[in-house]
């Protein structure tokens, strides 16, 4: 008998620590913001997918957060980690399993800037004088442009 009670609590013990209870954050919408690392919010960067089995986003970026329409969670990601498990419920229905997955290769969700394009180009040449081309448009009774395939 005292063998089935020590059986039972060592089973009992390991599979409560072999089940790692996994964050969840509620929505109401399937699209979800991002923002890596310190770089302006990304909207609209993730479509919650509850059927599929598990929804990888991979970075390079050292913080992630996402943004539901309710609620936001956030990851300082470790490369030594490497993975960040949770889970979106939308509609306190569907649970779709999400993982933050570290990737080195990733490559960054950071936003082209203009500002940052304009700022490596070179000097400009005032003495440029090139001309543009003249452009026109088509006649609107082109029947290239009237004809419907």
Known sequence: M????LCLLFFTLTTSFAQKKLKVIKATSTAVDIKDDNYPITKNAWTVMPKEKLDVYTTSAKKVTFYTDQESISFNVDPKVGEYDFIILVNRTDTARTQVKYDVEAPSRRPVAYLDTLQKAGKYNLSD??????????????PNLVRID
């Open 129 to 142: 004088r090139r001309e543009v081309p003249v452009f026109t448009y088509q006649s609107m009774d082109n």
């Open 2 to 5: 005292k063998h089935v009670i």
